[in-house]
């Protein structure tokens, strides 16, 4: 079957289909007036799978919309997802379905620790990890990754730096696999030494795996941090979502896996009142593309890893910018803190250029930016030349 990623779609002023819908607001497409092209919040220009679109119009053709439940065919389409593509079996039991991972952070830092105590994680990270503690009125930990020291090598975890964050109040990991904004696949070592670490100093891990399924490089396969060490499993929840990788995050749809009974009663009785049951169309969404998105998911890989070769060849033809080769995700860190963009090489990019990236100060680590090459080839070609023009004169 092929697939349509070429084709751009008009999401800042879409296509008047009601006569009185002038347009279907966007956030990446309407955080910016005027001529930019927006390649920063982690949202794809590319049309969902066809099986989700077919799911959800037969959906929406019922017309009532009133309280839904988590189908059971659902839970056992994540259990064979997880199966066959992680090789790890998990039971349907363990899943929590809820709105987002974005919220389930927070919930796992009140269900979790007590109000003072620490919650860590590493830098640099995607910003809503690092608003954690300070909304749910607990310590914030952070310990900075090892950044790369020549070209061509990668970031890594730094496995001291984490060690000598750790305190006697710290209680919670918030942990990226893969990594969201390095693009890194952590590597066994590494994530021994991390498993290592929880253990010592008796920590609990939410381990966020939401782009798992846009490992990048040919083979990889990816390994949940639970799967990988057993005996974190009763310590750790894993978050899971077809958000990022089947462009359905507008449909506020995720998975909470907790195989501990107590872990997952509490993470459970945190959500109530709190939290929304899940969306009946972002259910219909999930299971559809876990069900039948795998076809569509590989056609996008092939695409998403050309654009990282293109990405890479202009990057490198950039004076006083480098960026590790992303193993994952759709998007890009890259070090501008030597191309003669002052402070914050974001807006001067923004203001100079009309091309929208993310800030690196909201991901703890100013002077970088975040790039989002997930959209069609002739708008990231439109945005290259114009970073060309300015990076380059």
């Given amino acids: 079957m092929q697939f349509d990623f070429a084709t751009p779609v008009a999401r800042r002023h879409p296509p008047d289909t009601r006569g009185d819908h002038p347009e279907w607001p966007s956030q990446k497409w309407h955080r910016y007036a005027g001529d930019v092209l927006p390649l920063w919040v982690a949202d794809m220009d590319f049309v969902s799978p066809p099986a989700v679109i077919e799911a959800l119009q037969a959906r929406v053709d019922h017309g009532v919309f009133g309280y839904g439940m988590v189908p059971d065919s659902l839970r056992r389409t994540l259990c064979d997802w997880s199966a066959s593509h992680y090789g790890w079996p998990i039971d349907a039991d363990w899943q929590l379905w809820l ?19 620490g919650v860590l994680t590493v830098t640099p990270i995607y910003p809503p990890f690092l608003k954690v503690a300070e909304r749910t009125g607990r310590l914030a930990q952070q310990a900075p990754l090892a950044e790369p020291t020549a070209p061509g090598e990668p970031w890594r975890l730094d496995l001291d ?11 919670l990991l918030l942990w990226c696999h893969p990594h969201n ?79 501990d009974p107590d872990l997952r009663q509490r993470f459970a ?3 109530k009142g709190l939290q929304s049951d899940p969306n009946v169309l ?11 998105g795998d076809p569509w998911r590989q056609a996008l890989l092939e695409v998403l890893r050309g654009h990282r070769q293109r990405l890479a060849e202009r990057v490198a033809t950039w004076p006083g910018v480098s960026m590790h080769l992303p193993q994952s995700t759709y998007l890009a860190w890259l ?59």
């Fill in 269 to 271: 009785a945190q959500m």
């Fill in 99 to 117: 709105p987002g991972v974005v919220p389930a952070l927070h919930l796992a830092s009140m269900a979790l620790t007590e109000p003072g105590e």
């Fill in 161 to 171: 730096a984490l060690e000598a964050a750790i305190t006697d109040d710290t209680r």
């Fill in 282 to 292: 972002g259910l219909v969404a999930a299971e559809a593309a876990y069900a039948e």
């Fill in 335 to 393: 070090d501008m803190r030597q191309a003669g963009l002052g402070d914050c090489p974001q807006q001067a990019l923004l203001h100079d250029t009309g091309v929208a990236l993310s800030d690196g100060a909201d991901f703890g680590w100013p002077g970088f930016v975040r790039l989002n090459f997930g959209t069609t080839e002739a708008q990231l070609e439109a945005a290259l030349a114009r970073l060309d023009a300015r990076l380059c004169r």
């Fill in 181 to 259: 904004p390095t693009g890194r696949v952590w590597q066994a070592e590494e994530l021994a030494g991390l498993a290592a670490l929880v253990e010592k100093h008796d920590l609990l891990v939410v381990s966020d795996e939401l782009h798992c399924d846009l490992l990048l490089d040919e083979g990889a396969r990816h390994q949940p941090l639970a799967a990988a060490f057993p005996a974190l499993a009763a310590r750790t929840i894993t978050l899971w979502a077809p958000s990022k990788t089947f462009n359905l995050a507008g449909l506020t749809c995720a998975c909470a896996v907790i195989p």
